[in-house]
Each structure stands twice: as structure tokens, then as C-alpha cells.
């Protein structure tokens, strides 16, 4: 690892964690044990460094999900890793202090991943639901429709306002989200593949836990 992939890795360590408005530049440089000079010679700003973090793990998002759709699995066993995707950003990145920094000191980065977002999902679940309902697991209605519904949930629930508001962590409202989205969109047949690949990776995780 170079020193520069070095300091993004702590910083989204550190800013999706707590936030990036009040640490200062200072505290940074200190908990990771480096110089504010080593630092501004790769970001010259902490702006410049929030947004370089927050285009990085866009990359690494990205890059995960393409590699799940251009899998050759079948289109549940995608549904189900693009899912376990996003609810690992939920519970193990992304904080309600990072995204509430983002939309308040951050707006133009703000509107520029909500549209990376928007991009994102439009592209490559509209892949997977094709596949889908040539499977049959996955009913046959206009994709722009359930991709519509898709997005404006995810909008509307997995954001600062309504999070807070409602007492939610992130990652409760994706899992209620993304499960209520999911039974919508599977046919009878696509809903007992769907059931059995959850159930089985239960069995996995629950067989791990006891070793």
C-alpha cells in the first residue's frame, strides 16, 4: 500500500465514522501517525481530501457491483450480493454523521454521489432484472418502473432526515427497504430460490459462528 491509498483508507476510516466537519486537519495527522506536511503533499486541503475519499470508494462500489453483474450466476444469487453490498456500506462505512456532514459542508459531493447512486443502479440492476425475468424469477413488468419505485424508496428512506428522525441505523432501514423491495419484485418461483439461497447462507454463517 502507497502512502497515498494509505491516507484515503484512514480517511474513510475515520470521516464515515465520525463525520469530517469537526476534525480538524491536525487530528487527522495524528491518528494516523503522519505529518499535516506528508498529507498536503497528496491533498492540499482537507476538502480536497473528503472528496478524494468519497471518489474513491465510489470506484470501490463500482467495482464490486460490475463484478457481481458481469458474474455468471443466476440473477437472485446477484440480487442477494449486490443486497449484502449495500448493507455492509450501511453497517460497516457509512455513519449518519458522515452523511449529514456530506449534505450540509459537502452539498455539490453530496448531489454528485446521489446521481452516482442514481447511475449506479439504473445501469446495472436493469441487467439483473432482465436476466431475471428471462429466468422467471423475476415479474414481467416495464424495468423502468420497478426501478423508479427502487430508487425513490432508497431516496427516501436511506437518508439524514429520515434516519434521524425515526430513530433508524442505516443499516436497519436498507435491510427493511431492500427486503419489502425484493419480495415485490420475485415471482412464486423466483421467491423459493430466493428463500432456499437465504436459508442455506444462514446455515454457512450459523455452522462458522459454532466453530
Keep these: 500500500m502507497n502512502v497515498k491509498e494509505k491516507i484515503l483508507n484512514h480517511a474513510e476510516e475515520i470521516f464515515f465514522l465520525n463525520g469530517f466537519h469537526k476534525i480538524t486537519m491536525d487530528e487527522f495527522a495524528s491518528s494516523l501517525k503522519m505529518s499535516k506536511k506528508t498529507i498536503y503533499k497528496y491533498f492540499p486541503s482537507k476538502e480536497d481530501l473528503v472528496k478524494a475519499t468519497a471518489h474513491s470508494f465510489m470506484q470501490k462500489i463500482k467495482s464490486e457491483i460490475e463484478s457481481v453483474v458481469n458474474s455468471k450466476h443466476h440473477s437472485i444469487e446477484k440480487i442477494v450480493a449486490i443486497v449484502n453490498i449495500i448493507k455492509n456500506i450501511g453497517l460497516h462505512k457509512m455513519s449518519e454523521k458522515w452523511l449529514e456532514d ?20 439504473n445501469k446495472n440492476i436493469s441487467i439483473i432484472f432482465h436476466q431475471g425475468v428471462k429466468e422467471g424469477y423475476i415479474i414481467d413488468v416495464p424495468h423502468q418502473i420497478i426501478i423508479n419505485i427502487f430508487m425513490s424508496s432508497v431516496q427516501s428512506i436511506v437518508n439524514p432526515d429520515f434516519i434521524m428522525n425515526n430513530n433508524f441505523s442505516i443499516s436497519e432501514a436498507i435491510d427493511s427497504t431492500l427486503k419489502i423491495l ?12 430466493y428463500n432456499k439461497l437465504i436459508k442455506n447462507k444462514m446455515q454457512v454463517q450459523n455452522d462458522s459462528d459454532e466453530e
Design 182 to 193: 425484493i419480495n415485490g419484485i420475485l415471482t412464486e418461483k423466483g421467491k423459493k430460490v
Design 102 to 121: 456530506l449534505r450540509h459542508h459537502q452539498p455539490s459531493l453530496w448531489k454528485e454521489i446521489n446521481s452516482f447512486r442514481t447511475k449506479m443502479i
